[in-house]
Protein backbone atom coordinates (compact mmCIF):
# COMPACT_ATOMS: atom_id res chain seq x y z
CA UNK A 1 0.00 0.00 0.00
CA UNK A 2 1.29 3.35 -0.80
CA UNK A 3 1.02 6.02 1.86
CA UNK A 4 0.46 9.88 0.72
CA UNK A 5 3.21 12.10 2.04
CA UNK A 6 1.33 14.25 4.67
CA UNK A 7 0.50 17.98 3.36
CA UNK A 8 2.30 20.34 5.88
CA UNK A 9 0.28 23.80 6.17
CA UNK A 10 2.49 26.87 5.97
CA UNK A 11 2.10 30.38 6.98
CA UNK A 12 0.29 32.92 5.23
CA UNK A 13 1.16 35.59 7.22
CA UNK A 14 4.70 37.61 8.05
CA UNK A 15 4.54 36.90 11.51
CA UNK A 16 3.18 32.54 10.81
CA UNK A 17 5.97 33.23 8.10
CA UNK A 18 8.69 34.45 10.75
CA UNK A 19 7.23 31.86 13.43
CA UNK A 20 7.79 28.81 11.26
CA UNK A 21 11.23 30.06 9.56
CA UNK A 22 13.09 30.56 12.99
CA UNK A 23 11.83 27.17 14.53
CA UNK A 24 12.76 25.54 11.30
CA UNK A 25 16.64 27.37 11.32
CA UNK A 26 16.69 26.38 15.29
CA UNK A 27 16.40 22.56 14.54
CA UNK A 28 18.96 22.79 12.40
CA UNK A 29 21.33 24.18 13.87
CA UNK A 30 21.57 27.55 12.64
CA UNK A 31 23.44 30.02 15.32
CA UNK A 32 21.23 33.32 14.62
CA UNK A 33 17.94 31.98 13.52
CA UNK A 34 15.72 35.21 14.01
CA UNK A 35 18.26 37.38 12.07
CA UNK A 36 18.22 35.26 9.07
CA UNK A 37 14.67 34.72 8.71
CA UNK A 38 14.10 38.45 9.48
CA UNK A 39 16.69 39.14 6.45
CA UNK A 40 14.97 36.66 4.39
CA UNK A 41 11.96 37.57 4.45
CA UNK A 42 12.29 41.10 4.56
CA UNK A 43 14.26 40.87 0.90
CA UNK A 44 11.54 38.82 -0.41
CA UNK A 45 9.38 40.98 0.40
CA UNK A 46 11.38 44.14 -0.28
CA UNK A 47 10.74 45.30 3.03
CA UNK A 48 13.38 46.80 5.78
CA UNK A 49 13.69 45.36 9.39
CA UNK A 50 11.21 47.89 10.69
CA UNK A 51 8.92 47.54 7.79
CA UNK A 52 8.95 43.80 8.51
CA UNK A 53 7.80 44.42 11.96
CA UNK A 54 4.71 46.74 10.94
CA UNK A 55 3.15 44.01 8.94
CA UNK A 56 3.38 41.51 11.17
CA UNK A 57 -0.32 40.70 9.81
CA UNK A 58 0.29 41.31 5.86
CA UNK A 59 -0.61 38.35 4.12
CA UNK A 60 2.16 36.43 1.83
CA UNK A 61 1.52 35.88 -1.74
CA UNK A 62 1.70 31.62 -3.09
CA UNK A 63 4.79 33.46 -4.63
CA UNK A 64 6.13 35.23 -1.86
CA UNK A 65 6.01 32.29 0.20
CA UNK A 66 7.74 29.55 -2.16
CA UNK A 67 10.53 31.92 -2.56
CA UNK A 68 10.74 32.55 0.90
CA UNK A 69 10.61 28.79 1.82
CA UNK A 70 13.19 28.16 -0.53
CA UNK A 71 15.66 30.77 0.70
CA UNK A 72 15.26 29.07 4.29
CA UNK A 73 15.64 26.06 2.95
CA UNK A 74 19.21 26.98 1.83
CA UNK A 75 20.01 28.78 4.98
CA UNK A 76 19.07 25.96 6.23
CA UNK A 77 22.48 23.97 4.90
CA UNK A 78 24.53 26.64 5.59
CA UNK A 79 24.54 28.66 3.08
CA UNK A 80 25.50 32.05 3.94
CA UNK A 81 22.97 34.47 3.46
CA UNK A 82 24.72 37.14 1.80
CA UNK A 83 24.68 34.80 -0.98
CA UNK A 84 21.58 33.67 -0.70
CA UNK A 85 20.27 37.67 -1.43
CA UNK A 86 23.18 38.17 -3.78
CA UNK A 87 24.56 41.04 -1.94
CA UNK A 88 25.94 42.06 1.52
CA UNK A 89 26.49 45.57 3.54
CA UNK A 90 30.05 47.02 3.68
CA UNK A 91 31.04 50.82 4.97
CA UNK A 92 27.37 51.64 4.63
CA UNK A 93 26.63 50.33 0.95
CA UNK A 94 25.18 47.46 -0.45
CA UNK A 95 28.07 45.05 -2.68
CA UNK A 96 26.82 42.65 -4.89
CA UNK A 97 28.46 39.20 -3.78
CA UNK A 98 28.19 35.40 -4.65
CA UNK A 99 30.27 32.44 -4.07
CA UNK A 100 32.98 33.65 -6.34
CA UNK A 101 34.10 36.12 -3.40
CA UNK A 102 34.81 36.13 0.14
CA UNK A 103 31.62 37.89 2.28
CA UNK A 104 32.94 41.60 3.20
CA UNK A 105 33.42 41.28 7.33
CA UNK A 106 32.63 44.18 9.35
CA UNK A 107 36.26 43.84 10.91
CA UNK A 108 37.60 44.76 7.39
CA UNK A 109 35.91 47.96 7.60
CA UNK A 110 39.01 48.95 10.13
CA UNK A 111 41.73 48.78 7.00
CA UNK A 112 39.59 51.82 5.34
CA UNK A 113 38.70 53.15 8.48
CA UNK A 114 42.73 53.15 8.67
CA UNK A 115 43.18 54.13 5.44
CA UNK A 116 41.06 57.15 5.58
CA UNK A 117 43.24 58.56 8.47
CA UNK A 118 46.49 58.01 6.82
CA UNK A 119 45.14 60.12 3.87
CA UNK A 120 43.85 62.93 5.54
CA UNK A 121 47.52 63.78 5.87
CA UNK A 122 47.89 63.65 2.46
CA UNK A 123 47.23 65.33 -1.03
CA UNK A 124 43.63 63.61 -2.00
CA UNK A 125 43.43 64.90 -5.20
CA UNK A 126 46.97 62.68 -6.00
CA UNK A 127 47.02 59.58 -4.04
CA UNK A 128 47.45 56.59 -5.53
CA UNK A 129 46.49 53.56 -3.57
CA UNK A 130 46.86 49.67 -4.46
CA UNK A 131 44.73 47.15 -3.54
CA UNK A 132 45.67 43.69 -3.55
CA UNK A 133 43.39 40.95 -3.80
CA UNK A 134 40.37 43.23 -4.21
CA UNK A 135 37.39 40.71 -4.28
CA UNK A 136 33.43 41.98 -4.53
CA UNK A 137 36.10 45.52 -4.62
CA UNK A 138 34.04 46.47 -1.56
CA UNK A 139 37.52 48.10 0.08
CA UNK A 140 38.65 49.94 -3.12
CA UNK A 141 35.09 51.48 -3.67
CA UNK A 142 34.45 52.37 -0.04
CA UNK A 143 37.78 54.23 -0.61
CA UNK A 144 37.05 55.98 -3.55
CA UNK A 145 33.60 57.09 -2.56
CA UNK A 146 35.40 58.60 0.61
CA UNK A 147 38.48 60.17 -0.99
CA UNK A 148 36.95 61.50 -4.04
CA UNK A 149 39.25 62.11 -6.78
CA UNK A 150 42.05 59.50 -5.65
CA UNK A 151 43.44 57.15 -7.81
CA UNK A 152 42.91 52.92 -6.94
CA UNK A 153 44.37 49.98 -8.44
CA UNK A 154 42.52 46.85 -7.51
CA UNK A 155 44.19 43.07 -7.58
CA UNK A 156 42.71 39.89 -8.06
CA UNK A 157 43.87 36.25 -9.54
CA UNK A 158 40.33 35.49 -10.10
CA UNK A 159 38.60 36.32 -13.49
CA UNK A 160 35.12 35.64 -11.69
CA UNK A 161 35.88 37.99 -8.57
CA UNK A 162 36.92 41.10 -11.02
CA UNK A 163 33.76 40.64 -13.11
CA UNK A 164 31.37 41.01 -9.73
CA UNK A 165 34.05 43.39 -8.98
CA UNK A 166 33.34 45.43 -12.40
CA UNK A 167 29.49 45.74 -11.23
CA UNK A 168 29.71 46.88 -7.57
CA UNK A 169 32.09 50.03 -9.62
CA UNK A 170 29.61 50.82 -11.96
CA UNK A 171 26.69 50.49 -9.18
CA UNK A 172 28.75 52.60 -7.36
CA UNK A 173 30.20 54.98 -10.08
CA UNK A 174 33.52 54.82 -9.76
CA UNK A 175 34.69 53.63 -12.30
CA UNK A 176 37.41 56.79 -13.22
CA UNK A 177 38.49 56.56 -9.64
CA UNK A 178 38.97 52.45 -9.60
CA UNK A 179 40.76 50.24 -12.59
CA UNK A 180 40.99 46.44 -11.83
CA UNK A 181 43.59 44.14 -12.86
CA UNK A 182 43.69 40.28 -12.64
CA UNK A 183 46.99 39.84 -11.28
CA UNK A 184 48.93 37.47 -8.64
CA UNK A 185 49.95 39.85 -6.50
CA UNK A 186 52.54 42.26 -7.66
CA UNK A 187 53.16 40.36 -11.08
CA UNK A 188 52.04 42.83 -13.40
CA UNK A 189 53.50 45.67 -11.75
CA UNK A 190 57.28 44.90 -12.22
CA UNK A 191 57.81 46.18 -15.70
CA UNK A 192 55.73 49.15 -15.10
CA UNK A 193 57.69 50.72 -12.58
CA UNK A 194 54.29 51.97 -10.93
CA UNK A 195 54.60 53.33 -7.28
CA UNK A 196 51.61 54.00 -4.98
CA UNK A 197 51.31 55.98 -1.50
CA UNK A 198 49.36 53.21 0.39
CA UNK A 199 49.22 49.62 -0.66
CA UNK A 200 46.14 47.28 1.77
CA UNK A 201 45.29 43.98 1.21
CA UNK A 202 43.00 41.50 2.95
CA UNK A 203 44.92 38.92 1.99
CA UNK A 204 44.01 34.96 2.31
CA UNK A 205 45.32 34.06 5.97
CA UNK A 206 43.80 31.04 7.02
CA UNK A 207 46.28 28.22 8.46
CA UNK A 208 45.67 24.77 7.47
CA UNK A 209 45.58 23.53 10.84
CA UNK A 210 42.78 26.01 11.44
CA UNK A 211 40.65 25.16 8.35
CA UNK A 212 38.77 21.94 10.11
CA UNK A 213 37.86 24.42 12.74
CA UNK A 214 35.92 27.22 10.45
CA UNK A 215 31.74 27.14 10.47
CA UNK A 216 30.32 25.31 8.00
CA UNK A 217 29.11 28.72 6.25
CA UNK A 218 32.53 29.46 5.08
CA UNK A 219 34.65 26.57 5.17
CA UNK A 220 31.74 24.53 2.56
CA UNK A 221 30.43 28.10 0.27
CA UNK A 222 33.21 31.17 0.48
CA UNK A 223 36.39 30.54 -2.03
CA UNK A 224 39.27 28.53 -0.83
CA UNK A 225 41.07 30.96 -3.01
CA UNK A 226 40.21 33.95 -1.48
CA UNK A 227 41.21 32.04 2.63
CA UNK A 228 43.72 29.56 2.38
CA UNK A 229 46.90 31.43 3.53
CA UNK A 230 49.10 27.87 3.17
CA UNK A 231 50.19 25.58 6.08
CA UNK A 232 50.88 28.33 8.41
CA UNK A 233 48.89 30.87 6.90
CA UNK A 234 51.25 33.44 6.15
CA UNK A 235 51.77 33.00 2.14
CA UNK A 236 50.96 35.68 1.42
CA UNK A 237 51.68 37.92 4.51
CA UNK A 238 55.48 37.31 3.52
CA UNK A 239 55.20 38.01 0.31
CA UNK A 240 53.21 41.15 0.39
CA UNK A 241 55.65 42.26 3.53
CA UNK A 242 59.13 41.36 1.11
CA UNK A 243 58.01 42.32 -2.30
CA UNK A 244 55.44 45.88 -1.27
CA UNK A 245 58.46 48.18 -0.50
CA UNK A 246 59.41 47.85 -4.08
CA UNK A 247 55.99 49.48 -4.79
CA UNK A 248 55.88 51.79 -2.40
CA UNK A 249 56.48 55.67 -2.34
CA UNK A 250 58.81 56.73 0.07
CA UNK A 251 57.03 57.51 3.22
CA UNK A 252 53.93 55.46 2.22
CA UNK A 253 51.92 53.23 3.92
CA UNK A 254 51.14 49.03 3.63
CA UNK A 255 48.31 48.13 5.93
CA UNK A 256 47.54 44.79 6.21
CA UNK A 257 44.37 42.52 7.84
CA UNK A 258 45.53 39.86 9.81
CA UNK A 259 44.67 36.89 10.95
CA UNK A 260 44.29 36.27 15.00
CA UNK A 261 47.04 35.33 16.14
CA UNK A 262 49.77 36.36 13.35
CA UNK A 263 50.41 40.08 15.26
CA UNK A 264 53.43 38.73 16.52
CA UNK A 265 54.93 37.11 13.82
CA UNK A 266 54.53 39.97 11.19
CA UNK A 267 55.66 42.40 13.26
CA UNK A 268 58.99 40.02 13.58
CA UNK A 269 59.14 39.99 9.42
CA UNK A 270 58.69 43.69 9.33
CA UNK A 271 61.40 44.49 11.68
CA UNK A 272 63.65 42.28 9.83
CA UNK A 273 62.91 44.25 6.57
CA UNK A 274 65.34 47.70 6.17
CA UNK A 275 63.00 49.50 4.23
CA UNK A 276 60.08 49.15 6.71
CA UNK A 277 58.51 50.82 10.15
CA UNK A 278 56.16 49.34 12.39
CA UNK A 279 53.52 51.87 13.51
CA UNK A 280 50.75 50.03 14.84
CA UNK A 281 48.17 47.46 14.86
CA UNK A 282 44.72 47.84 15.50
CA UNK A 283 42.50 45.51 17.73
CA UNK A 284 39.00 44.77 15.81
CA UNK A 285 35.22 44.63 17.71
CA UNK A 286 36.60 41.91 19.73
CA UNK A 287 39.74 43.04 20.79
CA UNK A 288 41.72 41.05 18.26
CA UNK A 289 44.38 42.45 16.63
CA UNK A 290 43.68 42.80 13.27
CA UNK A 291 44.97 45.47 10.96
CA UNK A 292 48.89 46.15 11.19
CA UNK A 293 50.05 49.83 10.27
CA UNK A 294 53.94 49.63 8.80
CA UNK A 295 55.60 53.09 6.68
CA UNK A 296 58.18 53.09 4.29
CA UNK A 297 61.05 54.39 5.45
CA UNK A 298 62.64 57.34 3.24
CA UNK A 299 65.94 55.84 4.05
CA UNK A 300 66.16 52.44 4.93
CA UNK A 301 68.15 51.05 8.46
CA UNK A 302 70.71 49.79 7.84
CA UNK A 303 72.18 53.50 5.66
CA UNK A 304 70.25 55.07 8.90
CA UNK A 305 73.19 53.67 10.86
CA UNK A 306 76.23 54.56 8.31
CA UNK A 307 75.02 58.34 8.27
Known amino acids: MVTKAKRVSYSKTVAQALKWAVA ?64 KEFWSLDFSVGPEVLIPRPETEFLVEETLKIAQGMDKGNIKILDIGTGSGNIAIALARELGSCWILALDISFKALLLAINNIQKHEVEKRVQLIASDLFQPLKRAGASFHIILSNPPYIAEEDWEYLPPDVKEYEPRLALDGGAKGDRFLRRIIHEAPDYLLPDGFLLLELGHNQAEAVQSWVEKEPRLDWISIIPDYSSIPRVVVIKKLPIHRGAQRTL
Not at 39 to 49: I, P, R, Y
Not at 55 to 83: D, G, K, M, W
Open 24 to 87: YLKRRGITQPNLDAEVLLGHTLALDKSALYFQLNHPISPTELATFRQRIYRRSRHEPVAYIIGQ
